[in-house]
């Protein structure tokens, strides 16, 4: 027991010099994806969601036994002016050694990209001389596949691994890569739970098929969570290391960025949630979450700051329990 507090107090202490960061061309896909409630709460999820698509933020957040947990969860998303456009799938299932596996699969699309690497006539001191016929249109496309295992050390540590191989193809470009998640869920006490996720170990590497390579450093981010039965309220600070981009892909540890996340759910009724969040990225995001039994819906909005030239981003969820939905359709006649 006094190893696995160690273990808690290094990995707390890791967070506080690394922590999560998107970068300019690193493992993305899933960092920006996630449920609606991760969307509306402010993105610090580590330490307190429970469905099939918590994997992403945290391998060891499954956990079936949880009523608001509904194995199947479908998103659906559009964003930076409806160019971007992100949809996944994923599903939760328990063995009987109470262990959790969980599938996720996840798609980006980015579509009409001009292509104008043909169109350049000449050069000259008015600057470049077009042909516009030439310009030519083509997809920017993301996918991504997540399988994650969770484990349960004791009743109050539960830990996860998850493997997530991707594909990218850019106008005619190719790309994979390959990496692994690590995390854990402490129960401090009855209303307080710790969330800590060492993500793209050992390394994201992306190999292009042009023979380019793009790398990224393994983050560390936590965050915690108090919940009673009507309140849920979440914190997170992350505390990213820049990549300097060079032959041999050092790390800066002088250049750093800290960035929050902070979030809240009131539960005005049982089958009703109400969520809010800010984070450094996004100053306010907002959402609702419904309930039935077997099936739930969220809708998040968050948006940018005031001197972004994009609109609100929106996204949907929605959750199922195929065992409840079947148990309601062999008792309505058709």
Not at 138 to 167: A, D, M
Not at 206 to 218: A, I, K, Y
Not at 270 to 281: E, I
């Amino acid at each position: 027991m006094l190893i696995t507090k160690q273990c808690v107090l290094g990995l707390i202490f890791l967070s506080l010099i690394m922590g999560i960061e998107t970068y300019p061309y690193g493992n993305n896909l899933f960092t920006g994806t996630g449920d609606a409630q991760h969307i509306a709460m402010g993105g610090a999820t580590s330490a307190w969601y429970h469905g099939p698509l918590s994997v992403i933020s945290n391998p060891a957040l499954p956990h079936l036994s949880d009523s608001s947990a509904l194995p199947v969860a479908f998103i659906f998303q559009k964003s930076l002016d409806n160019q971007v456009i992100r949809s996944a799938a994923a599903i939760s299932w328990q063995n009987s050694s109470a262990q959790i596996i969980s599938l996720v699969l996840v798609r980006r699309l980015v579509e009409d990209i001009p292509d104008s690497r043909n169109a350049l006539l000449y050069f000259d001191s008015m600057g470049p001389h077009l042909d516009y016929s030439c310009i030519k249109y083509f997809r920017h496309q993301e996918l991504g596949i997540l399988v994650s295992w969770t484990g349960l050390y004791n009743k109050r540590l539960r830990y996860g691994l998850s493997l997530k191989p991707q594909y990218f193809s850019l106008a005619d470009a190719k790309a994979w890569t390959a990496a692994a998640d690590f995390g854990i869920l402490h129960s401090l006490n009855q209303f307080t739970t710790l969330g800590i996720t060492v993500s793209d170990l050992p390394l994201s590497m992306r190999f292009w098929d042009t023979g380019h390579q793009e790398w990224l450093p393994p983050r560390i981010g936590s965050s915690i969570s108090y919940r009673n039965h009507r309140w849920l309220a979440n914190a997170g600070l992350t505390l990213g290391l820049e990549e300097n981009v060079t032959e041999t892909h050092t790390v800066n540890l002088a250049d750093r960025s800290l960035r929050y996340q902070l979030g809240m759910r009131f539960d005005a009724w049982p089958q009703l949630g109400l969520l809010a969040g800010s984070c450094s990225l996004y100053p306010f995001s907002t959402g609702v979450d419904i309930r039935m039994d077997g099936a739930a819906v969220t809708y998040a909005v968050r948006f940018h700051t005031s001197g972004s030239p994009f609109p609100a981003e929106h996204q949907l969820t929605v959750r199922l329990d195929p065992h409840k939905l079947q148990w309601i359709a062999e008792r309505i006649e058709p």
